[in-house]
C-alpha cells in the first residue's frame, strides 16, 4: 500500500468538501480525474499492438488470418450479458455502501439530540450544584465524542487500516480498547493514508498509466496486518452510559429505549458493511468474465480484417477500451469503502459530521422561554401577534375566578342568541322583499 502524510487526510477531515453533484465541471469528455481510462489503457495498447501486427501480416503477406464474424455475434452476445451483470451488481453494492452510511449518520444523529436534549442533570426533587453539573456535561460531551468516533473507527475499520490516525484520537483515546495501538495512539507520527486526491501522485494520467502497469505484475506482501473491530468496542462504551442514563435515572424510559434502538441500528449498519466488504463477486463469476472478454477482444483483429483493413487497428482500440473500461469500473466500486477516485468520500463525510456535532454541542440548549415567548415569534397565521400577549391570554384566563368564567360563558351564549336573532329577522326582510 503506497503512502501519503497524515497531514492531509486531517486536512480533508477538519475541512470537508461539500459534496455536489450537479455543480458545474468541464465536460466529462475533457476530464482524466475519475475516469478509469488511463487504467485500462495497457490491456488496450497490448491489443492493439497485436492487432497491427495481424494487420501488417495480413496486408503484406500471403497469409490469410482472418475468419468469419459469426463468433463476434455469439460471443459478444455472452460478454455483453456478463458485464451488465457484473455492472448492475457492483453499483448495488455501491447504492447500498451509501444507504447503510446514511442510515448510520442517521441514527448517530439521533441519539446525539436524545443525549443533548433529553438527559438533564436536574431533577425535580432536588438542586445539584455547579460541579455535578459540570460533570453532566462532560459526561454528554464525551458520549456524543464516541458516537464521532464510532463513525471515524468504521472508516478505518472498513479500509482494513491500523488505529493511529490523527482524525480519531481525540474521541477515543480515554477507551481501554483491547485493540492494538489504542494505546499509544498520542505520539505516533507514522504514515497510514494511501496516495489520493489531487495532490497524489498517482491522480494525473502518467501516474495512473504506471501504477495501472504495476497492477499487472504479481505482488507479494510479507506484512500481515490484523484489523481489529474496534467500532464494535466502542459500542460496548456507549451502551455503558445509556446503561449509567436509566440507572442515575437522569431520563425518561422513551429516551433510554430510543437510544439503545439507535444503537441496534449502528450495530445492524455494521453488520451490513462488513456483508458488503467481505462478500464479493464469487471467485469464478470474476474469472470466467476477465477470460471472456480477453478472448472476445483478442479474435477481434481476425473477424475485421477482411471488411475494415488497416482500420482494424484504431477500431480494436476502441472496442477494447469500453470494454475493459466497463469492467474496470464495475470492479472499482464493487468496493466502495476503499480510496479509488470513485469509492465513497468517507473522509467528507466523517468531517461533516464533525462539524455537525461540534456545532450542535457548542452551545447549551436554548430554552424555550428565549425563543418562543419573544415579539418575533407569530404563531398565529390569520392574526399578527406574538407569543407574548398570548401567554397573557391564558395567564388571565387562568385568574379569573368560577364565577367569573360562568359569567363570561353566559355572556358568550347571550351574544350567540342575538346573532341567531338578527339572522332571522334579516332572512324575514329577504321574504318580504
Not at 125 to 143: C, G, M, P, Y
Request: aromatic content about 10%; charged content about 20%; overall charge negative.
Amino acid at each position: 500500500m503506497q503512502k501519503r502524510s497524515a497531514r492531509y487526510a486531517l486536512e480533508r477531515f477538519e475541512n470537508p468538501k461539500v459534496y455536489n453533484p450537479y455543480i458545474f465541471h468541464r465536460p466529462f469528455i475533457f476530464r482524466w480525474k475519475g475516469s478509469v481510462i488511463p487504467k485500462v489503457l495497457p490491456q488496450s495498447l497490448l491489443v492493439t499492438i497485436l492487432s497491427a501486427i495481424i494487420t501488417y501480416l495480413y496486408k503484406e503477406t500471403q497469409i490469410n488470418l482472418s475468419i468469419k464474424q459469426t463468433f463476434i455475434t455469439v460471443l459478444g452476445l455472452v460478454v455483453s450479458l456478463l458485464l451488465a451483470y457484473r455492472t448492475n451488481t457492483a453499483y448495488d453494492r455501491y447504492w447500498e455502501g451509501l444507504g447503510t452510511w446514511s442510515r448510520m449518520v442517521g441514527a448517530i444523529r439521533n441519539m446525539t439530540r436524545c443525549i443533548w436534549v433529553n438527559v438533564n442533570a436536574e431533577d425535580s426533587e432536588k438542586v445539584i450544584d455547579d460541579k455535578k453539573r459540570a460533570e453532566h456535561l462532560a459526561e454528554k460531551k464525551t458520549a456524543i465524542n464516541l458516537l464521532l468516533g464510532f463513525a471515524i473507527a468504521t472508516k478505518h475499520y472498513l479500509r482494513e487500516e491500523p488505529v493511529k490516525f490523527d482524525d480519531i484520537k481525540p474521541f477515543i483515546s480515554n477507551s481501554d480498547s483491547n485493540s492494538p495501538g489504542v494505546q499509544v495512539l498520542v505520539g505516533s507520527g507514522e504514515d497510514y493514508f494511501p496516495e489520493t486526491g489531487s495532490n497524489s501522485s498517482t491522480s494525473t494520467f502518467g501516474g495512473k498509466f504506471i501504477k495501472s502497469l504495476k497492477n499487472l505484475l504479481p505482488t507479494f506482501n510479507s506484512e500481515s496486518k490484523v484489523n481489529h473491530n474496534l467500532p464494535y468496542e466502542l459500542t460496548l462504551y456507549i451502551s455503558s452510559y445509556i446503561h449509567s442514563l436509566h440507572v442515575k435515572k437522569t431520563t425518561d424510559d422513551a429516551t433510554i429505549s430510543n437510544l439503545y434502538s439507535n444503537l441496534n441500528c449502528l450495530t445492524e449498519c455494521l453488520t451490513s458493511f462488513e456483508r458488503i466488504l467481505r462478500s464479493p463477486i464469487p471467485l469464478a463469476y470474476a474469472i470466467h468474465l476477465t477470460q471472456v472478454t480477453w478472448i472476445y477482444c483478442l479474435s477481434l483483429p481476425f473477424q475485421l480484417l477482411e471488411d475494415l483493413g488497416w482500420l482494424t487497428i484504431p477500431v480494436t482500440f476502441l472496442i477494447t477500451m469500453t470494454l475493459f473500461g466497463v469492467e474496470k469500473i464495475a470492479g472499482e466500486i464493487e468496493n466502495p469503502f476503499g480510496w479509488d477516485e470513485n469509492d465513497l468520500g468517507l473522509d467528507d463525510f466523517c468531517g461533516l459530521l464533525n462539524r455537525e456535532l461540534s456545532h450542535v454541542t457548542s452551545e447549551p440548549i436554548p430554552p424555550i422561554n428565549e425563543w418562543i415567548y419573544t415579539k418575533e415569534n407569530l404563531p398565529f397565521e390569520t392574526v399578527n401577534i406574538n407569543a407574548i400577549p398570548a401567554r397573557n391570554l391564558q395567564e388571565i384566563f387562568n385568574s379569573n375566578t368560577s364565577e367569573s368564567v360562568e359569567k363570561n360563558v353566559e355572556n358568550h351564549k347571550n351574544d350567540e342568541n342575538q346573532n341567531d336573532h338578527n339572522n332571522d329577522n334579516n332572512d324575514t326582510v329577504i321574504k318580504m322583499e
